[in-house]
Structures are given as C-alpha cells and as structure tokens.
Nanobody, 122 residues
C-alpha cells in the first residue's frame, strides 16, 4: 500500500531552521498534490503548505508565509518543508499527506504519513 514516511524533525531554538522530508512509495507521485499539516497538543490538525504535482503551484497558511517553503523532487518521490525563523508556536507533529482533491482540506487527503515531531524552544 501507499507509504509516506516523514523525517527530519527535532528540537531547535527559536529563530532557527529545520527541514523535514517526506518520502513516498507505491503511488504515482507526480500526479498528487502533496501537503504538510501540523497538530499541536490539544489542537486540531491544521494546514501548513501544499504543492501541486508538477511543483508549479504552492500554497501556504498565513501563519507560515515568508518563513516556510515547500518543494518537491519528483525524481526522488520526496516532498520537503524548509522551516526558517521558527517560533515556539510552530511546535507540533508535522504530517505529510497526498491528495488529488482540495489541497487545504484534511478530509481530501486519503494518504498520510506517521508524523515527525518538531519542537521549538524559546
């Protein structure tokens, strides 16, 4: 079955940077919009960023605009989230997901990774 495996999470100080990756297998990667979501303790999962199958269009939440950049390498079946100027409020489990539907709607994503923890200390 489809597998999405995130990596690259960890602990970083406020103002620092981190890049998380998501490697996909057993799907035709280039036709899927890939999204990144996050979920902090006690909060709902929220949209962070998404990128179209070709990589030509990207979308991001207002809370991360100008700080986070999503990209993908279709030759490697991998999507990345470069996170700069990190803040303590960015602390969450970060999930990647794949969809051919609405990029901002969690319900449109049938495939999800297991998540990677990102912790930003103040």
């Amino acid at each position: 079955q489809v597998q999405l495996v995130e990596s690259g999470g960890g602990l970083v100080q406020a103002g620092g940077s981190l890049r998380v990756s998501c490697a996909a297998s057993r799907l035709t990667f280039s036709i899927y919009t890939m999204g990144w979501f996050r979920q902090a303790p006690g909060k709902e999962r929220e949209f962070v960023a998404a990128i179209s199958g070709s990589g030509g269009r990207t979308y991001s939440a207002d809370s991360v605009k100008g700080r986070f950049t999503i990209s993908r390498d279709n030759a490697k079946n991998t999507v990345y989230l470069q996170m700069n100027s990190l803040k303590p409020e960015d602390t969450a489990v970060y999930y990647c997901a794949a969809t051919i539907g609405n990029y901002a709607d969690t319900r449109a994503y049938p495939y999800w990774g297991q998540g990677t923890q990102v912790t930003v200390s103040s």
